[in-house]
T-cell receptor, first 116, second 116 residues
């Protein structure tokens, strides 16, 4: 069964450093998402991406964040200057479409980011 | 914006008993309600979903009911097994507006423990 994959599984970085989290969505999916989950808290939406542009973003997704689809398979989340409060699990998700039966979002296993 | 509440936050049941988790949402425009199961160290996995044009959906031991008037939906797990132990998240997604991906708003989660 196709699945969303994410790398790395864990990332430790120093405050102020840049990190790039990588995702490979399911191959025939067109919509991509990033969510984060601070330890013990709910999953929070960050950004959705379609047709090579951001379609929606939350207030969490400020100027330190950016997303990119550098090639036909990868989808990345970049955090330019990490802060302690960026420590969280980051989930990538993808969906075939955004409506009807194709809107189901499939989540990857996550990248646990720890900012020291 | 949408707000999703979920109860209880923790639930312990004996193996073989039923478990019920309830969610309420605030945006009457929401029309798609997935339930995700998250096991320790893994990403959320879709277990069942329901759209606003139906009131109930069942898949083996799992069922979801939706009351649009009251804006609440519930997950029912019958004949619980130890492997059902996980954190369960409900989510809501607002009505499709255009071709762009829509984000989900998640509830805070319910930690279900099935005791052997």
């Amino acid at each position: 069964e196709p699945e969303v994959t994410q790398t790395p599984s864990h990332q430790v970085t120093q405050m102020g450093q840049e990190v790039i989290l990588r995702c490979v969505p399911i191959s025939n999916h067109l919509y991509f998402y990033w969510y984060r989950q601070i330890l013990g808290q709910k999953v929070e939406f960050l950004v959705s991406f379609y047709n090579n542009e951001i379609s929606e973003k939350s207030e969490i997704f400020d100027d330190q964040f950016s997303v990119e689809r550098p090639d036909g398979s990868n989808f990345t989340l970049k955090i330019r200057s990490t802060k302690l409060e960026d420590s969280a699990m980051y989930f990538c998700a993808s969906s075939e479409a955004a409506r009807d039966t194709e809107e189901t979002q499939y989540f990857g296993p996550g990248t646990r980011l720890l900012v020291l | 914006g949408e707000n999703v509440e979920q109860h209880p936050s923790t639930l312990s049941v004996q193996e073989g008993d039923s478990a019920v988790i309830k969610c309420t949402y605030s945006d009457s425009a929401s029309n798609y309600f997935p339930w995700y199961k998250q096991e320790l160290g893994k990403g959320p996995q879709l277990i069942i979903d329901i759209r606003s044009n139906v009131g109930e959906k069942k898949d083996q031991r799992i069922a979801v009911t939706l009351n649009k008037t009251a804006k609440h939906f519930s997950l029912h797990i019958t004949e619980t097994q130890p492997e059902d132990s996980a954190v369960y998240f409900c989510a809501a997604r607002a009505e499709y507006r255009d071709n762009y991906g829509q984000n989900f708003v998640f509830g805070p989660g319910t930690r279900l423990s099935v005791l052997p």
